[in-house]
């Protein structure tokens, strides 16, 4: 994902850089889901039968998605767009806990470079927070960077 960055000649961004980082997210997105019952959050059922191979390479990419985030913010209007995080506050305030702590620990890396880097994201995250609900209670460092206690 980092070797993706390089900035186009004139500055804008390259729509192969748009289109790279869009596969990404809906890799990212569609992973994990909270269901339709409260509980804890689980495997997506086109996941479930390869994640062994996968869950390691899914949080290496969460934890480069807020690498690639903070160098170049521009990222944070696409993770809008493609309604990554959206879909991912969601989940988090739908579900009571995460499949283990390096799950939670990658997404709140992710969640943080957001919060850090984009104020529109910062008030949608601060917002999940405040309905005090699901696994975004228990995410210190990011209640931490939007400023919620």
Do not use: Y
Not at 78 to 98: G, I
């Amino acid at each position: 994902m980092i070797g993706r960055l390089k900035s186009a000649p004139s500055g804008s961004v390259e729509a192969g850089q748009r289109r790279f980082f869009s596969s990404a997210l809906r890799f990212l997105r569609g992973a994990l889901d909270s269901g339709a019952s409260p509980g804890p959050v689980r495997v997506s059922l086109g996941w479930e039968e390869s994640w062994e191979e996968v869950e390691e390479l899914w949080r290496l990419s969460l934890q480069a998605l807020g690498g690639c985030v903070r160098a170049q913010p521009w990222i944070c209007s696409l993770v809008r767009e493609e309604c990554w995080l959206k879909h991912t506050l969601t989940m988090l305030s739908q579900c009571s806990a995460l499949p283990e702590p390096q799950t939670q620990g990658a997404l709140e890396e992710a969640l943080c470079a957001m919060a850090d880097q984009c104020p529109v994201c910062r008030a949608e995250i601060g917002d999940a927070i405040g309905n005090d609900k699901g696994a975004l209670v228990i995410m210190r460092k990011l209640k931490k960077s939007v400023g919620v206690k």
